[in-house]
C-alpha cells in the first residue's frame, strides 16, 4: 500500500523553486563568527545567542540596520563563496532544485569591497553549486532604494562586464519614502541592456508604489507585494498581466508586515487568481528556510497538500528559466503531487 506523507514531508519532497531570496540574508550568526575571527574584524556581539536575541524586529528598518551591520564581516571573494556555499548547501537538503539570488553590490563596493570581489564569490559557488548539488540558478542585481540613482547608474556600469552572469536587476532596502518612480531612468537603461527587472514593492508600502514598478519599471515579478490586496484595480491588472508575486510568510511575520501568519493575505491573493510563490527572503535573520516558510504558513492558513502543489508549481512558472528547463521541472512537480497527493 501506498504510504502516505505528512504535510511536513509533502512539503519537504516537492521541487521548488526559491525566487526571493538576499544572499547577505543568509548569513548564519555561526558563519559570520568564524569569518569575522579570520579577517580580524569586530563584532557586536560576543556568542551566537546574543546575536540571535538582537534579532527582534518591529519594522523593516529596525532589520535592515542590523543586516548592514553584518554583512560588513564580508571582506574576501572567499567570503562570498563561502556565504553562498552554506546556502546552497542549506537548500539541497530541502529540494529547492532552482534558486534566484538577489546581491546587493552597494553594501560592499561604498565600503570599499570591489564588485568582482563580490560576483566572483558567489558566482563560482553557484557554478559548484550547479555541478556538485544539481541546483540550478540565476543571480539578480539588487539597487538600494535609499540610495541616489546616481549610485544605481554607477552600480549598473560595474555589472555590464559581468552581464553574462547576471540575469536580471531588482530594487531593495528601505521601502517607504523611497518610491519605485526615484528609479524608473536606472531600469530603463537597464532593459536596453537586456536586463530582466523585479521590484520590491507593497511589503510596507502602498498600492501605488506597486502599480508605479509595473507601470515605470516594467518589471516582471513583484517582490512581497502584499498591500495589493487594499486596491480591487491593481488585483485585477496582476491577474490578468498573470504577474507573479514572490510572498515571505515568515518575512512578514518577523518584519511585523502581518502580526500574526493566520491574518497573512497569501490565501486570499490566491483565491483572487494571483500567480503566488513562496520564499524565504532573509532566512538566517527571520527563523526559517523555505520548507519553514511552506510549513509556517500551511499551518496558520491550513493549505491543503493541492495549495502546496499550486504554489511549488508557480514557483517555476514565475521563475527566470529557459522555457525548456522549465518544462523539465514543472513536470517533476506534476509527477511529485501525482504521486504522494
Ligand atoms: N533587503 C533584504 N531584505 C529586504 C526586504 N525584506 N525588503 C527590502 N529590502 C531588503
Ligand atoms: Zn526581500
Not at 214 to 233: F, P, Y
Not at 261 to 277: F, N, Q, R, S
Not at 291 to 308: C, G, P, R
Request: aromatic residues 10%.
Amino acid at each position: 500500500m501506498k504510504e502516505v506523507k505528512s504535510l511536513e514531508e509533502f512539503i519537504k519532497g516537492i521541487p521548488k523553486a526559491e525566487l526571493h531570496l538576499h544572499i547577505e540574508g543568509t548569513f548564519e550568526p555561526e558563519l559570520m563568527f568564524e569569518i569575522a575571527k579570520r579577517n580580524h574584524v569586530k563584532i557586536k556581539y560576543s556568542t551566537v545567542e546574543e546575536i540571535k536575541s538582537a534579532y527582534n524586529f518591529s519594522n523593516l528598518q529596525d532589520f535592515l540596520d542590523i543586516y548592514y551591520a553584518g554583512a560588513q564581516v564580508l571582506l574576501t571573494e572567499q567570503d562570498f563563496y563561502d556565504l553562498t556555499w552554506a546556502y546552497l548547501e542549506k537548500i539541497h537538503a530541502e529540494n529547492v532544485i532552482h534558486t534566484e539570488i538577489f546581491f546587493d553590490p552597494q553594501t560592499h563596493t561604498g565600503r570599499g569591497i570591489k564588485f568582482s570581489t563580490v560576483i566572483n564569490g558567489i558566482h563560482r559557488a553557484l557554478e559548484d553549486g550547479r555541478t556538485k548539488l544539481g541546483i540550478n540558478s540565476k543571480l539578480i542585481m539588487c539597487f538600494l532604494r535609499h540610495l541616489d540613482e546616481e549610485s544605481a547608474f554607477k552600480t549598473l556600469e560595474n555589472a555590464i562586464e559581468f552581464k553574462k552572469w547576471i540575469d536580471g536587476v531588482g530594487l531593495d532596502s528601505s521601502e517607504l519614502g523611497h518610491p519605485p518612480s526615484k528609479f524608473q531612468q536606472v531600469f530603463e537603461q537597464a532593459r536596453r541592456q537586456g536586463f530582466l527587472t523585479v521590484a520590491h514593492a507593497g511589503e510596507e508600502g502602498p498600492a501605488e508604489y506597486i502599480w508605479e514598478a509595473l507601470n515605470l519599471l516594467k518589471i516582471s515579478r513583484i517582490d512581497h507585494g502584499n498591500n495589493a490586496l487594499n486596491d480591487e484595480k491593481l488585483l485585477k491588472e496582476l491577474v490578468n498581466k498573470k504577474m507573479p508575486l514572490t510572498i515571505c510568510p515568515l518575512s512578514n511575520l518577523k518584519l511585523q508586515v502581518v502580526k500574526d501568519l493566520k491574518e497573512h493575505p497569501l490565501k486570499k491573493l490566491m483565491d483572487h487568481g494571483i500567480l503566488a510563490t513562496i520564499n524565504s527572503d532573509d532566512p538566517a535573520y527571520f527563523g526559517g528556510y523555505m520548507v519553514e516558510n511552506y510549513i509556517a504558513i500551511s499551518k496558520a492558513l491550513n493549505l491543503s497538500k493541492e495549495d502546496i502543489y499550486i504554489l511549488a508549481k508557480n514557483s517555476f512558472i514565475a521563475s527566470f528559466l529557459e522555457e525548456e528547463v522549465k518544462k523539465d521541472m514543472i513536470e517533476r512537480v506534476d509527477r511529485y503531487y501525482k504521486e504522494n497527493k
